[in-house]
C-alpha cells in the first residue's frame, strides 16, 4: 500500500517562503516512470497543480509558479519537498501530494493534505 504524508509549517506569514515535504511508503520515489507531484485547493476554488518531480529528479512546474516553486528530492529518505516563496494571503489552501504514472495522468495515490493558512 503506497502512501504519502505532507508535513510543513501550520502558518506562514506573507513574504515568507513555505516550505512542505511529502514523505512517501510503500514505493520508491526513483521507482521508473513514476512522478511526485504537488496540488494545492484554495478554499472554494477548483485544484492547482503547481509542479513536480519524476523518477529521474528531473522537474516540472506550473508556468504561472514557476518563478516561485522549487521541487527536489531526498532520496535517501524517499521524501520530495515544495518550496513556494514570496507568499501572499491568496496562497491559503490545502495542499497535497501526489503521485502517478505520467503527466498529465490522473493520480494513483494522494496524501491526506495539509491546511497552509498564510496570514500576518
Known amino acids: 500500500q503506497v502512501q504519502l504524508q505532507e508535513s510543513g509549517p501550520g502558518l506562514v506569514k506573507p513574504s515568507q517562503t513555505l516550505s512542505l515535504t511529502c514523505t512517501v511508503s510503500?514505493?520508491?520515489?526513483?521507482?521508473?516512470?513514476?512522478?511526485w507531484t504537488w496540488i494545492r485547493q484554495p478554499s472554494g476554488k477548483t485544484l492547482e497543480w503547481m509542479g513536480a518531480?519524476?523518477?529521474?529528479?528531473?522537474?516540472y512546474y506550473n508556468p504561472s509558479l514557476k518563478s516561485r516553486t522549487a521541487i527536489s528530492r531526498d532520496t535517501s529518505k524517499n521524501q520530495f519537498t515544495l518550496q513556494v516563496s514570496s507568499l501572499t494571503p491568496e496562497a491559503t489552501a490545502v495542499y497535497s501530494c501526489a503521485s502517478s504514472n505520467g503527466l498529465p495522468c490522473e493520480y494513483d495515490y494522494w496524501g491526506q493534505g495539509t491546511q497552509v493558512p498564510v496570514s500576518s
Open positions: 518531480i519524476g523518477y529521474s529528479g528531473s522537474t
Open positions: 510503500g514505493d520508491s520515489i526513483t521507482t521508473d516512470v513514476s512522478y
